[in-house]
């Protein structure tokens, strides 16, 4: 990771960390370096955040100065971004969302040509301009300066696309769709009433502030509620910007990535459609995960938390569906990062090709009990680092033996320490992971919100 941008984007608290200065070099830098042997096209979507519009202008003011013209999808998914991008051949995208955290962060993760998320080195070089470390860069004249183009239709042809997956109409199943008040309210109802679903949506109204509050997928218990007062057959929730979803079963129960990744890759091989006969996954999926794939005779590969990796793992491998517990699934078929929209949609197919509930399709998968608690800390290496934190971890593992693990890592996106215990009981875990949040916190690394 870098100074400014970590595992996904530069991103930060609006005018704070992130401020409009840091988005206007963002788009001086970008328009120059994709201006330099012809007039650059670059196509920028903005999630539901009252800082998004400003974010927008400032990165628009800064891309047009260097030459480049700019296409505006307007409120609009980070999936639909990376289509645009690479089935219209832009030279990158950007989008403006900081996922699943609260209205006042926000976020500038840049696209590249190919539909995926930017290589570092062009990071570092952005890094190096904003901080005065590298030339100046000249200001574009005359017939040069870029000009800015609204490109709704983009976001349209994304939506018809989305359309044309499923192999079949999703006719009299009751769905319900939480879009957490963010991008996929102009989208995911769309997408369901055309394929022939009775929807039901929540939290699509938004207002600026209310993106991701008590809602969407980090909130699932709403959704949850929601799907059982209302008899529906199935629901799903999204984040922010759509690159995740969720999954609620008919009797409200949370059907995370790891059970995502298990139904749609167990199907996958059922069609033979499963390239290598692997799925790749984080170190975070569950153990209860790797047991079911075993015994369905499904390989697996585990990679660092991100969205990111996994892609990565996928290109070198030759392996076609990947994700994380959070609820990134990445269908490489379809697209080149996680969509939210697209995963509901491929949930919807398996469970109509095969007239089975979400339920009986989860059913083998006994999932282990897991507590996750994210520390707020002065500084992530410093935290890790430290002999006492170290020690209380390697206790941990030594007392779960192979009936469980614990896993500490930093957040690619905030100043959090993550501690994770898999184990066979809930006290288990929490009894694992108090430990070593307690010795975090003795040692004077937390920070109270």
């Known amino acids: 990771m870098g100074k400014y941008f970590g595992t996904d984007g530069f991103r930060g608290e609006a005018n704070v960390d992130l401020t409009v200065e840091h988005a206007y070099q963002v788009g001086r830098y970008l328009g120059w370096y994709y201006s330099r042997n012809h007039q650059a096209r670059i196509v ?59 209205y006042y962060d926000n976020g500038i993760k840049v696209i590249n040509g190919k539909g995926h998320k930017l290589e570092a080195t062009i990071e570092n070089l952005i890094e190096k301009y904003i901080d005065g470390l590298s030339d100046p860069i000249p200001y574009a004249t005359k017939d040069k300066i870029g000009r800015t183009i609204d490109y709704s239709m983009g976001r349209n042809r994304y939506i018809g696309y989305l359309m044309s997956i499923p192999t079949r109409a999703f006719k009299d199943f009751k769905v319900g769709l939480d879009c957490a008040n963010g991008a996929s309210s102009a989208i995911a109802k769309s997408v369901f009433d055309a394929l022939g679903a009775k929807t039901y949506v929540i939290n699509n109204e938004p207002d600026g502030i209310n993106i991701n509050t008590n809602c969407g997928s980090t909130h699932i218990e709403v959704l949850q509620e929601y799907v059982v007062a209302n008899g529906l057959d199935v629901g799903f929730a999204y984040d922010g910007d759509a690159d995740r979803c969720i999954a609620v079963d008919e009797f409200g129960r949370i059907v995370d990535g790891d059970l995502i990744l298990y139904v749609c890759g167990l199907e996958m091989k059922r069609r033979k459609e499963l390239l290598n006969d692997t799925i790749v996954t984080t170190i975070m999926s569950n153990m209860g995960l790797y047991k079911a794939l075993d015994k369905a005779g499904i390989s697996y590969e585990k990679t660092a938390v991100g969205d990111k990796y996994v892609y990565e793992n996928m290109v070198q491998n030759g392996h076609c569906i990947g994700g994380e517990q959070s609820g990134h699934i990445i269908f490489s078929k379809h697209a080149t990062t996680g969509d939210g929209i697209l995963t509901s949609l491929k949930i919807m197919e398996t469970m109509v090709e095969n007239k089975r509930t979400l339920a009986q399709l989860t059913e083998p998968v006994e999932i282990y009990p897991q507590l996750l608690i994210n520390v707020r800390v002065k500084d992530k290496k410093t935290t890790r680092e430290d002999p006492d934190v170290i020690a209380a971890v390697k206790k941990a593992e030594e007392i779960l033996g192979d009936e469980g693990r614990i896993l500490v890592r930093e957040s690619g996106t905030e100043p959090v320490i993550r501690v994770m215990v898999e184990a066979k009981t809930d006290d288990l875990c929490h009894e694992h992971v108090l430990n070593v949040v307690n010795v975090i916190k003795a040692k004077g690394h937390a920070v109270e919100k």
């Open 44 to 102: 920028i979507g903005k999630d539901t955040r009252r800082s998004s519009y400003m974010f927008e202008y400032a990165l628009v003011a800064g891309l047009t100065a260097s030459g480049a013209d700019v296409y505006l999808l307007h409120v609009t998914t980070t999936p639909s971004v990376s289509y645009v991008v690479r089935s219209e051949e832009f030279d990158c995208g950007i989008m403006i969302s900081a996922s699943h955290n609260p």
